[in-house]
């Protein structure tokens, strides 16, 4: 099993590009998370995702947009990119009954000049 | 609001020396309390789950304690391999609750 994998690994954007960051699981796990993690803050969630078709917002969602269309997918979008979004991506992935025990993907590295 | 502060931010450990990592909460109501290994350019590893006071768990040189207010991770004789950042992240009770994380604590220990 390749458990969480996340495409791509680093990026290079301009301020105001678009791109999307895509997570892949395949473990079969209902709950699915977006993270974001930058020096001295710790990890940060973005948004997630209960089940296929669902998702919410996390502690810092604004300028982030999310699709679960298949239960083993999760997609980050950033439709403006800013400087500020520059930061280690992460997605996680977990049973509903066991949300603490998360499992994590290899990162996506963001710079955006 | 959910706290979670652990300390200290760095620890540089000789081989063989034994010693705690520090994680205080501050939650309304714990569900559960959970440490993470995370090596350099990878994602956090999940390590333990600790749900009430007084519980312990352990793994090979690593072993989580828990009371009211704090948990410990107690490394004993660690080896360089152990060199990781370590993560602490609670949850707190409740419809919707998500993980809140601390900053973590980078470990180097020296052969």
């Known amino acids: 099993n390749a458990g969480v994998t996340q495409t791509p690994k680093f990026r290079v954007l301009k301020t105001g590009q678009s791109m999307t960051l895509l997570c892949a699981q395949d473990?079969?796990?209902?709950?699915m998370y977006w993270y974001r993690q930058d020096p001295g803050m710790g990890l940060r969630l973005i948004h997630y995702?209960?089940?296929?078709?669902?998702?919410a917002k996390g502690e810092v969602p604004d300028g982030y947009n999310v699709s679960r269309l298949k239960k083993q997918n999760f997609l980050l979008g950033l439709e403006s990119a800013a400087p500020s979004q520059t930061s280690v991506y992460f997605c996680a992935s977990s049973r509903p009954t066991s949300e603490g025990t998360q499992y994590f993907g290899p990162g996506t590295r963001l710079t955006v000049l | 609001e959910d706290q979670v502060t652990q300390s200290p931010e760095a620890l540089r450990l000789q081989e063989g020396e034994s010693s705690s990592l520090n994680c205080s909460y501050t939650v309304s109501g714990l569900r559960g309390l959970f440490w993470y290994r995370q090596d350099p350019g990878k994602g956090p590893e999940f390590l333990f789950t600790l749900y009430s006071a007084g519980e312990e768990k352990e793994k090979e040189r690593l072993k989580a304690t828990l009371t009211k207010k704090e948990s410990f991770l107690h490394i004993t004789a660690p080896k360089p391999e152990d060199s990781a950042t370590y993560l602490c992240?609670?949850?707190?009770?409740?419809?919707?609750?998500?993980?809140?994380f601390g900053k973590g604590i980078t470990l180097s220990v020296r052969p």
């Open positions: 992240a609670v949850q707190a009770n409740g419809a919707n609750s998500k993980l809140t």
């Open positions: 995702s209960v089940g296929e078709g669902t998702t």
């Open positions: 473990m079969n796990h209902e709950y």
